[in-house]
């Protein structure tokens, strides 16, 4: 099971909207993207960041008994490193959320990721609001699948 879904799946178990995966599949695009909206919008980057930090400190692959980042593809960690050390920028491209893939893929790769202001590299565009001289970047509330991934649907 990718690490996304797992995670939104926990996620909603723990927001007191328990799923399954029979359920989703029941339930077809229109409840996978009721449980995106559940797990991942409405709340700020840095409260999903926590999140996926929490979830990631206790969460285990299911067939593996691993963390989740202990699971990425060593010889892909090694080429990553070599391309680095001989000065190539490295990027991380997935079918995972920018934010969710943050939280941990520079801990992964023993790296440094885009920084979290940086919302246009990862292809995710987040509203940018700054009450009070904080900045807050708030999460899309009313998602729909484009052809570019996740989009907020006006209104």
Not at 9 to 16: C, N, P, S
Not at 30 to 52: G, K, N, P, Q, S
Request: glycine fraction near 10%.
């Amino acid at each position: 099971m990718y690490s996304q879904l797992a995670f939104a799946l926990d996620r909603a178990a723990e927001l007191g909207h328990p799923t399954s995966l029979d359920k989703l599949q029941a339930g077809g695009m229109t409840a996978l993207i009721d449980l995106v909206r559940l797990t991942h919008a409405d709340i700020t980057t840095w409260e999903f960041d926590a999140a996926c930090r929490r979830w990631l400190a206790s969460a285990r692959h299911p067939r593996f008994a691993r963390p989740y980042p202990a699971m990425v593809y060593q010889p892909m960690l090694e080429l990553l490193g070599l391309l680095d050390r001989h000065g190539f920028s490295c990027w991380i491209f997935s079918g995972g959320g920018t934010d969710f893939m943050r939280t941990w893929a520079a801990r992964a790769r023993s790296t440094d990721c885009p920084p979290p202001g940086d919302r246009q590299r990862g292809g995710n565009r987040v509203p940018h609001r700054c009450p009070f001289g904080i900045n807050v970047f708030p999460r899309a509330r009313r998602l729909r699948p484009s052809p570019s991934g996740w989009t907020e649907v006006p209104g």
